[in-house]
């Protein structure tokens, strides 16, 4: 009986000091953190092809009577983009991509769809254009959506308040979502692109993901910032980071990290995410 007792004193000891099993569930998957990566590049892809047409639309003087603001940014539109079919009535311009024979690229993007620009105000102490898009493409997204912009002259930002369906023509996957974006130039200027800080969020036959955006750096013709960092919350209840660094001229790698594990991921121009090691 004394054996049996000390034995099985020593086994209580052993099994008390031992931690607990670790959690497997728990930690982050590569195929988990592919798939944020397709995401999060799904979603910059769609706000570089509003930010870049928002951009084409702020070519007018201020301080002036909004419908000389509209015919402004009709003259400058034509201008850019000879494809385009540009109506103007008051202070809505209504751009049809494609309608006319000539180019329809700017900044890196070849456009085809409907682009709707109302003047709300272009006095000097308030600057705002609403926009709204129908089937607005170019070629690897598309987008159905409305925003309203506005300027804050002396900080040199704009604010971006959107919503909009968005949609991969690769292979049709289709998402909502909104977005509360502050928006500024990069030490380039307009031709390298802006930096973004703010929230995006969108829905999926998943769930929702929910994206917070720290002073990323993304140029017009990059499907994800070249530096900056994201926080991803995900459906299945993950809080992800992203960094961002550039490798080459056509990618960029982008390091997913959640708990204890982190992934590198190769994204190129075209949107194409492959493992990065």
């Known amino acids: 009986m004394r054996n049996t007792i000390g034995s099985g004193l020593l086994l209580a000891i052993v099994l008390g000091g031992c931690p607990p099993p670790k959690d497997d569930t728990k930690r982050l998957t590569w195929a988990e953190a592919q798939e944020a990566v397709k995401e999060a590049a799904l979603a ?19 301080g002036q009577a909004v419908e000389n603001a509209a015919a402004e940014v009709r003259a400058f539109i034509e201008s850019q983009l000879p494809c385009a079919e540009v109506g103007l009535d008051g202070a809505t311009l209504t751009v049809q991509y494609g309608a006319k024979a000539g180019s329809c ?13 109302t003047i709300a105000s272009a006095g000097g102490g308030q600057l705002e254009v ?6 607005l493409s170019n070629g690897r997204v598309t987008l159905d959506g409305t925003a309203a912009v506005t300027w804050d002259l002396q900080a ?9 369906d968005w949609k991969r023509v690769a292979d049709g996957y289709a998402v909502t979502g909104s977005g509360d974006r502050t928006q500024s ?6 031709a390298e692109g802006i930096q973004v800080d703010g929230a995006r969020s969108w829905e999926t036959p998943k769930g929702n993901w929910d994206l917070a955006i720290d002073g990323v750096q993304m140029r017009w013709v990059d499907p ?4 900056g ?7 299945r209840g993950r809080n992800l980071s992203m960094s961002f660094e550039r490798l080459d001229e056509d990618t960029i790698t982008v ?5 204890s594990n982190s992934f590198d991921f190769n994204v190129t121009k075209i949107g194409a995410v492959s493992s990065g090691g």
């Open 44 to 62: 910059s892809q769609a706000e570089n092809l509003t930010s870049v047409t928002v951009e084409i639309s702020t070519s007018f003087t201020i």
């Open 105 to 117: 690229t700017y900044r890196g993007h070849t456009f085809s769809g409907t682009h709707s620009i």
């Open 130 to 135: 609403q926009h709204t898009w129908t089937g």
């Open 156 to 164: 040199k930002t704009r604010r971006v308040v959107h919503t909009a």
């Open 185 to 190: 130039l990069l030490e380039g200027g307009l």
């Open 224 to 227: 994800v910032p070249q530096a």
């Open 229 to 235: 960092s994201y926080t991803l919350a995900t459906p």
């Open 255 to 259: 390091t997913v990290s959640g708990g």
